[in-house]
């Protein structure tokens, strides 16, 4: 079945640690999202890729990075720079960049500092 | 101000009541407009996408907008317990690759059995 992948499901950071979050895409989409989700606040923007080799950087992207080598993949990690990086993560990819009929989103993965 | 406004609940009802989903949004420019279903610790899913004014019906569930108004609904008839979940509103205005879409923080929904 063609879907998107995200691992691990949870993660716990201790401070001062990198992450990084996987986000794996069977369905031949060239744009993929890297959301952020906390109470109350919706889907931030962190990162996209229109393509392969190219990212922009969304709405909150200080303390976070991105690579996008392969069409298929687009990982996120997350640096010791982002202060409050506990949340949910959602990876999403759509057809092409102009998504006007929505994206298709991974399961996600919560992560905890402890 | 907020792009994109939506009343976050929670919201119960009891069972086979219809349930009614709002979000008021201030770019005039929006054209695609989407209804998600994320249940807890899930991803969202596309439940529905509008494209301009009108209505949408999808089996129990109608989406509407009034771009007149900007404000978009979805209706859900005959509601059930496993309707219970957060509905996010989205939309875009689809111009180019530049033009993201922009979430609503959800509405809970919970269906009382």
């Known amino acids: 079945d063609g879907g998107i992948t995200q691992s691990p499901k949870y993660l716990f950071r201790k401070e001062g640690q990198n992450v990084t979050l996987s986000c794996e895409q069977n369905?031949?989409?060239?744009?993929m999202y890297w959301y952020r989700q906390d109470p109350g606040q919706g889907l931030r923007l962190i990162y996209y890729?229109?393509?392969?080799?190219?990212?922009q950087k969304g709405d909150i992207a200080e303390g976070y990075s991105v690579s996008r080598e392969k069409k298929e993949s687009f990982p996120l990690t997350v640096t010791s720079a982002q202060k409050n990086p506990t949340a949910f993560y959602l990876c999403?990819?759509?057809?092409?960049?102009?998504?006007?009929?929505?994206?298709?989103f991974g399961s996600g993965t919560r992560l905890t500092v402890v | 101000q907020k792009e994109v406004e939506q009343d976050p609940g929670p919201l119960s009802v009891p069972e086979g009541a219809i349930v009614s989903l709002n979000c008021t949004y201030s770019n005039s420019a929006f054209q695609y407009f989407m209804w998600y279903r994320q249940y807890s610790r899930k991803g969202p899913e596309l439940l529905m996408y509008t494209y301009s004014s009108g209505n949408k019906e999808d089996g129990r569930f109608t989406a509407q907008v009034d771009k007149s108004s900007k404000y978009i609904s979805l209706f859900i008839r005959d509601s059930q317990p496993s309707d219970s979940a957060t509905y996010l509103c989205a939309m875009s205005s689809g111009y180019s690759s530049a033009s993201k879409i922009i979430f609503g923080s959800g509405t809970r929904l919970s269906i009382r059995p």
């Open positions: 890729s229109q393509i392969v080799n190219d990212f």
């Open positions: 999403a990819s759509s057809p092409q960049a102009e998504a006007n009929y929505g994206y298709t």
């Open positions: 369905l031949n989409h060239d744009a």
